[in-house]
Each structure stands twice: as C-alpha cells, then as structure tokens.
C-alpha cells in the first residue's frame, strides 16, 4: 500500500478510535457490556516503545487503530478539543511534537484550530532550527481533518524536508544552466555580427573570429561537462572497472597540464609511492586528476609550484594536490563541490571555467566509494585529497539531484591534515 493509502487508513482507524474515546468520556453511565470490553482492552498486552503488540482476531478497534499509526512512518495525533493529545504514534513522539499528552510546536496547534473552523486542509509547515529535538530546520507535510463535531482533529506529519531540499537543487540546477549557456551563446551571436560589420577589415575579422573560436571551446567545454555529470549520476550504466596505475594517471595528467603551468612559470613537483594500483574507471580518475591540477593552475599565481603525490593509507590511494594559491574563505569551504559554485567568479570566467569541474571530481570519488576532501586557508593555497579503495567498493548513493551537505567536505582530521602536509613539505 503506499504511503498516501497507509495515511487514509490510519485516519480513519484513528477516527473510530477518537469517536469511541470521545463517547466514552463524555458517557454518564456505563453499561456491564461496555465496561467489560474496556476491562479486557485495559489487560490486553502493552505496546513497547517504537513498536505494537499485533492484535489477535476479534480484537477492538482501538488496537486496530493503535497497531496501524505504530507502523507508520508519517507522525500522527489526535488531540481534543482542548489541545490535549489523545492519541500520538512513536513517530511523532521521535519528532519530538509531542510532550505530555501536548503537542509542542505553536503552530501545529494553529492548524488544528484552522481546521476545526475551516474543515480539513494539507499544508507544508517549515519548522526552524531549534523547534524540534534534531536542531535543524525540518518542513513537515500536515494533514488535517476534523474527526466529529465535538472538536476532535486528527493530524499527519510527514517530514518532507529532503524532498524540499532536492526540488530547490533542480530549481537551481536549471537556473544555473541557463544562465551558464545564455552566456557564450549570447557572445557568439553578437560576435557574428561583429563579423559581418567588419567585413571589409581583415585584422577585425580575424580578432572576431578568434574571440569566436573561444566561446565555442568554452560551451563545447560546458556541454561536455554537463553531460559527463549526467553520466557519473547515473544516467547511464557505470562502465567497467580495471585495476589502474595511480602514478601513470598522474604522469598522463601533468604532461596535458604542463603547458599551462609553464606559461605562468608554475613548476609541477611529483612525488609518492612507485607502484599503486585501484580499481576504477580510467578516464573517470584521470578527468578527477586533471580537474584538481587544472584547478590548482588557475588559482595559482605566477612562479609558484604545484605539487601532487599519493600513497596507502589505511586501505585506500590518496592522491594529494597542493597549490600555493589565493586560498579558499572559510564561508567557501561547504559549498565548493556544488555544481556551479565559484568562489571567485570573475576569474573563474577569465580562465574558462565552468564551475562543474569539483563536482564532477566529488561525483566520481562517490561512484568508486571514495572521497574527496579540501584544506585551504585565504593566502595559504589549497590541498585536495582524493582518496579511492584499494578494493573494489560498493559507492555510495549518488542520485542526479544529491549535492555535498555543508558538513561533507570539511577539512579531514588533525592528525590526515598533518600527514598531508608532511607529504608536501617540499613545497
């Protein structure tokens, strides 16, 4: 049954329970039957907490009711006229809405009262940091309706705050997207123009068409990218896995690097153990490679150096890539791994980037059950570790829509920051 169909049933269940408990209450006289029925329902088995004892044939109602809202993983209460909760499932207790046999949050309290005056209604309820037990900020999903006419309301809660999460990264997803191709495509068009206005100057129209020229690579260069993305969240079967020689990868990707680096005067200094082998896709490790040096290039100034390095340790490859750069601000650091982040974005144009190329590196770290971590402080450089298994590995759930947390590309422990710089120190 799906989760809209387990909420309908659990309503219902819990109406019978409310109208039941209501009549109860409100009864000034109870007849022998009645009490012999709440006598047996009184000795019957306890629930525990997070699970119900499941009721055998011809148990009451109530324990239906009570089997059926324990199982859900949506929150449920029902509360009186009187605000007081008559019935709370083990979810919303979880939650934390409920606190003796009263619900907690002031406006969930607002909604039953709406829905007393306005009859039933589903609302997102957007829950600040600090409301709930969890100290972050939830929305819930409420559905509420009103179970008889004595003030009886019932409320489900769903927490949809991962959902809210994923449709704001489409938004921005697509929003980025435009305005990233907008962006060469405008250039060219106007280029073109230049072009034809210039038609009887051979100098203008040569410095037109390699003005030209470079916002084509540079869209090429984003599509490509875009598509390469797609790929590594899913959109087309992982392709196989061979064992690859880490240090061949880096060598391959210093050669493609070093003109560059030499037109900056940058020096590329390569160190580490001779002979480590991952299973990985190859052109998948090489693009991560190449994107980290390519990275590391741009945002470093002139005669400067680059190192790069990898090791074992504890069971995986790290390769390792140092810059003596700008750095990263310490606001920067949680969000550099999200698609079309920038921390600077007039130099980042200036040197055709796109703004994919860490996300990608982040994507195909995951895919191989890695990771890829950052060190920077502002005018003390960079340092990416990419660390991959030496074993084949089960990766980590990478959806189309999953971007890093702010926590998930935090600097690595004292004691990894410490063996990464003593891996560089000769820079």
């Not at 957007?126 to 929305?139: C, S």
């Not at 003005?211 to 598509?227: F, G, H, P, W």
């Not at 007039?346 to 703004?355: I, L, N």
């Not at 990894?416 to 891996?423: C, F, K």
Request: glycine share 8%; proline share 4%; aromatic share 4%.
């Amino acid at each position: 049954m799906s989760g809209i169909g387990w909420i309908v049933l659990a309503v219902a269940a819990i109406g019978a329970f409310a109208i039941g408990f209501v009549a109860a209450r409100l009864s000034a006289r109870t007849s022998p039957g009645e009490k012999s029925v709440r006598d047996r329902s009184a000795s019957a088995p306890r629930k525990t907490q997070g699970s119900a004892t499941r009721p055998a044939s011809g148990t009451s109602g109530l324990a239906l009711a009570d089997e059926l809202v324990t199982v859900m993983d949506s929150a449920a209460i029902v509360i009186d006229s009187g605000d007081q909760v008559l019935l709370a499932n083990p979810r919303a207790i979880e939650m934390g809405l409920v606190r003796e046999r009263r619900i907690v949050v002031r406006a969930l309290l607002e909604i039953s009262r709406d829905v007393r005056r306005d009859g039933a209604m589903t609302i997102d309820l957007r829950l600040p940091a600090g409301t709930l037990p969890t100290n972050r900020e939830v929305i819930v999903n409420v559905q509420g309706d009103s179970l008889d006419r004595s003030g009886v309301v019932a409320l489900v809660m769903h927490d949809v705050t991962e959902a809210h999460r994923v449709e704001a990264v489409r938004r921005d997803f697509v929003a980025n997207v435009s305005h990233e191709l907008k962006t060469p495509v405008g250039a060219i068009s106007l280029l073109g123009e230049a072009i034809e206005d210039a038609s009887g100057d051979a100098d203008a129209v040569r410095r037109f068409a390699a003005s030209m020229q470079r916002e084509s690579k540079r869209l090429a260069t984003l599509v490509a990218e875009l598509i390469e993305l797609s790929r590594l969240q899913g959109a087309e079967p992982a392709p196989p896995q061979t064992n690859v020689d880490v240090a061949e990868i880096i060598t391959e990707c210093v050669d493609g690097i070093r003109a560059a680096a030499s037109a900056k005067n940058i020096t590329i200094v390569k160190a580490g153990e001779a002979t480590v082998s991952v299973p990985a896709v190859r052109a998948q490790l090489h693009a991560a490679v190449s994107n980290l040096l390519t990275n590391a290039i741009s945002y470093s100034p002139n005669d400067t150096k680059v190192g790069v390095t990898h090791r074992v340790l504890d069971g995986y490859a790290e390769i390792v890539v140092k810059d003596q750069g700008i750095g990263i601000a310490a606001r920067d650091i949680g969000r550099i791994f999200e698609r079309f982040y920038r921390v600077d974005p007039a130099r980042s144009r200036s040197t055709g980037g796109t703004g994919l190329g860490l996300a990608i590196v982040k994507h195909i770290a995951t895919n191989h059950g890695g990771s890829v971590d950052v060190w920077s402080s502002e005018g003390d450089g960079s340092t990416f570790t990419l660390r991959l298994p030496l074993e084949p590995a089960i990766p980590a759930d990478g959806g189309p829509d999953e971007e890093p947390h702010a926590d998930a590309h935090q600097p690595g422990s004292r004691a990894g920051r410490a063996a990464t710089r003593a891996s560089l120190e000769y820079l």
